[in-house]
C-alpha cells in the first residue's frame, strides 16, 4: 500500500485518467474529491460490499423461483393485451 501526506487543494494522480484532490479536513473527517471517467465505477467501499452482498444473494435464487417470476409476468402481460 502507497502512503501518501498530502494538504488541501492537493491532488494524487493514479494513471493518466483519475485525480485525486483534497478539499478539506474537519474534525477527523477528510474530503476528497476524485475525478475519474464515467467508465470508470467509483464506491465508497462499505457501498461496494452491499453491492457485492446483494449480487451474491440474486445469485442464489432457485429455478423455481424464477418460474413463478416469468409466469407472473407472463400473466401481467396477457392482462394487459385484452
Do not use: C, F, W
Amino acid at each position: 500500500m502507497l502512503i501518501l501526506s498530502r494538504k488541501i487543494e492537493e491532488e494524487i494522480k493514479i494513471g493518466d485518467s483519475i485525480t485525486i484532490k483534497i478539499l478539506g479536513i474537519h474534525e477527523g473527517q477528510v474530503r476528497i474529491g476524485i475525478d475519474a471517467p464515467k467508465d470508470i465505477k467509483v464506491y465508497r467501499s462499505e457501498i461496494y460490499q452491499q453491492i457485492q452482498n446483494e449480487n451474491i444473494d440474486a445469485a442464489k435464487v432457485t429455478k423455481s423461483e424464477v418460474a413463478s417470476a416469468v409466469q407472473m409476468l407472463r400473466q401481467k402481460k396477457n392482462n394487459k393485451e385484452k
